[in-house]
C-alpha cells in the first residue's frame, strides 16, 4: 500500500467563469511550500436525556472549507495569488518584459478552484469557489521569502483521479530578501530590521441554508492593509511622523538581475506612536504597527506592480 508523502503533493488551480463550478481545462501547476486547505464537518453531541448516561448519536454539523497556502514569492506564479486578492491587473507592454498592475478597492474578486492531489493513494480533493481572504508574508535580511495566502472555499469534492488534466508548468524565479528593499517617500528607510505586511478582503461568508451544506459564497468587505515595521532607534524621524499624525507612502520592493520586479506601494500610511523601551545594553528598537488607508490624490490604498515575462493573467 502507497503512502501519502508531501514531496509528491501537487496543487492545480484555475480562475472559475460561474462560482462553484470548476473549469474543466486552464490549469496551471502552482508551486506551494504547504497547504492547510481542507473540509472539516464536526460532530454535535447529543442532549437528550432519558436514555441512560451513555448518549445517543452525535448529529453532523455544517461544512467548513477553508485554510492556508504557503507559496514562493515568485516572478510569475505569484501572480495568481495577487489577482485572486486584487483582481484582475491591468497589463501594459508590447512585448516582454509586461508591467501588471493590480490595484485594491475592487467591489468584485474572482473566484478560483485548487486542486491538491496525492497520486500514490490516489486521492486528489477540489475545492471550488475559493477566494483570498488575506496575503500575508514577512521582509527580513535572511531566510527564504514565502507569503501565505488564507482561503475561503465553498466546499470539497475528493475524487480518485485528477480533474485537472495536464497543469501548464511555470519557471520558477524566486525572489529572496536579499532583493527586498523598503522606501518611505520614495526614501530608502535606514535600520530596519524587519517588517510585515497583510493585505485582507474581509471576506463575508454566505452561509444559507442549503442541501449540500455549502456556502453561497464570500462577499468581500472593507479591505485592510496593515503590517508593522521593526526599525532601530537612530533618529526621530518616524516617531515625529506618528506624533504629528501624518501619513507617509511606504514601498516594499524585490528585484531580480534579470529585470523582474514586484513592488507594494501603500501610499498612505498611519504610524502609532511606539513605546521606546530600553531593555539592555544592547541597541534600542522600535516597533512601529502601521495601517494603511485610501489615499485621496491616488484614490486607493495600495498599488502592486509586477513585472515579468508573462503576457497575462
Known sequence: MARAQGARAQMALAFETTYGTPPASGYTKMPFASTTLGAEQPLQTSELLGYGRDPQAPIKDAVTADGNAVMPI??????FWLMAAFGAPTTTGAEAPYTHEFRSGNWALPSFSVETGMPEVPRFAMY???MVDSLNWQMARSGLLTATASIVAQGEEIATTSAAG???NI?????GHFNGAI???GANIGNVVSADLTYAN?????ETIRADGKIDGADPSIAALTGNIVVRFADQTLVTQAINGEACELAFSYTLPTGESLTVTAHA?????????ISGPQGVQATFDWQAA???LVGRMCTVTLTNDREDY
Open 171 to 175: 519557471a520558477l524565479k524566486r525572489f
Open 294 to 296: 485610501s489615499d485621496p
Open 269 to 277: 500610511v498611519y504610524l502609532p506612536r511606539p513605546r521606546i523601551e
Open 202 to 206: 474581509n471576506l463575508d461568508r454566505i
Open 74 to 79: 515568485d516572478a510569475e506564479a505569484f501572480g
Open 166 to 168: 495536464t497543469p501548464a
Open 183 to 185: 522606501t518611505r517617500n
Open 128 to 130: 471550488a469557489g475559493c
